[in-house]
C-alpha cells in the first residue's frame, strides 16, 4: 500500500489557487502513478488565521461544496483515497473539520473535537463519536492536528480497529513529531501527518507553520519527513497488515493488557477525585 502527504504553503481565502498548488504538486511528485490514501493539511483550502467568527462563517462551505469536488477530482487523480480538512458549515455551526472521499463518493467527515487557542472563537467543537473507514485491506481513522496532544484519540481509533490515521494539521508548536512516534508505538498505528509551511499574519495573530510533514510506522520509524519550510508531496510504501499485531512480545498484548477496571479517572467529570484518599 503506498500512503503519502501533500504539504502545501496555503494563502488565506484563496480557495481555487490553493487548489491549484496542490494539483501541481501533486502532478509534479507522483506522475500519475496511484497512492492509495493521500492526506491534505487542516483547513488546506482557506487558510488558519481567522479574525472573526464571521469570516469563519464567510469561508465555511457544507460538505458536498467546492472543496468535496475537488478531493473527488483529487482522488480520481491519484486512484486512491483522500483526506483533507475545511472549514464545514452545517446548521448554523462551524467546524474545523476533514473530508474522507474516495473515487466519486464522500465516505465521511470527521469534526476536530480539540480545538486549539482562538480556534475555540471561529470554530463550534466536534460533535461527533470518530468513526473508521474500510479500505482495501486496512481500516482507517481520522484526527486533525491538536487532537494528537490528547492519548485518548489514537487509542480509541486503534481500538475501533484503525490501522493508519490520517492527521491533516497546521502544527506552529514545535512537538507534534516527535510525539506521532509514541502515538504509533504505543498503539501499533501508521500516521500520515500533513502539515503545511509559510507564515499567516492576520488579526491579533502571527503563525509560523512548522512543515515536517511525516509518516510514522508502527515501531515509530519515520518512513518519510517533509522539509520545514517548502511544500512537497511524498509517498512510502507500507504493509498496513503489520498494524494488525498488537503483541510486542509473546506475553504482552496492548488490547488485552489494557485493565479498564482501573481507567475509571479518564472519563470522571473534571474536578471528581474518585479513588483520591
Known amino acids: 500500500m503506498r500512503i503519502g502527504y ?13 487548489f491549484d498548488a496542490v494539483r501541481a504538486l501533486v502532478a509534479e511528485s507522483f506522475d500519475g502513478e496511484p497512492v492509495d490514501l493521500l492526506v491534505l493539511p487542516e483547513l488546506f483550502a482557506t487558510g488558519y488565521t481567522f479574525t472573526s467568527r464571521e469570516e469563519a462563517t464567510d469561508l465555511a462551505e457544507p460538505a458536498d461544496g467546492a472543496t468535496a469536488e475537488f478531493l473527488i477530482e483529487l ?19 462551524v467546524y474545523n473539520s476533514s473530508l474522507i472521499v474516495n473515487g466519486d463518493r464522500i465516505l465521511g ?14 470554530f463550534d467543537s466536534g460533535d461527533r463519536v470518530p468513526e473508521t473507514y474500510q ?19 489514537m487509542r480509541m481509533l486503534m481500538l475501533l480497529g484503525a490501522d493508519i490515521v490520517a492527521h491533516p494539521a497546521n502544527l506552529v508548536l514545535p512537538f507534534c ?16 501527518t500533513a502539515n503545511r509551511v509559510g507564515r499567516e499574519v492576520r488579526g491579533e495573530d502571527d503563525f509560523n507553520f512548522t512543515g515536517r510533514s511525516q509518516i510514522t510506522a508502527p515501531n515509530s520509524a519515520v518512513l518519510a519527513s517533509a522539509p520545514a519550510e517548502i511544500g512537497v508531496a511524498e509517498a512510502a510504501e507500507i504493509d498496513a497488515a503489520t498494524a494488525g499485531n498488537k503483541k510486542l512480545n509473546p506475553h504482552n498484548d496492548l488490547r488485552s493488557d489494557r485493565r479498564v477496571e482501573y481507567y475509571g479517572a479518564l472519563v470522571r467529570p473534571e474536578g471528581s477525585k474518585g479513588g483520591d484518599r
Not at 109 to 122: M, P, V
Open 135 to 153: 479500505l482495501d485491506g486496512c481500516r482507517l481513522g481520522v484526527m486533525i492536528c491538536f487532537d494528537w496532544i490528547f492519548p485518548e484519540v
Open 109 to 122: 467527515t470527521y469534526r476536530k473535537l480539540h480545538l486549539f487557542n482562538r480556534e475555540k472563537l471561529w
Open 6 to 18: 501533500v504539504q502545501t504553503a496555503t494563502e488565506f481565502g484563496r480557495k481555487e489557487k490553493n
Open 177 to 192: 513529531q516527535d510525539a506521532m512516534k509514541t502515538r504509533c508505538l504505543e498503539n501499533r498505528m501508521f500516521a500520515v
Open 75 to 93: 482522488a480520481s487523480t491519484v486512484r486512491g483515497t483522500v483526506v483533507a480538512g475545511f472549514a464545514e458549515a452545517d446548521s448554523g455551526k
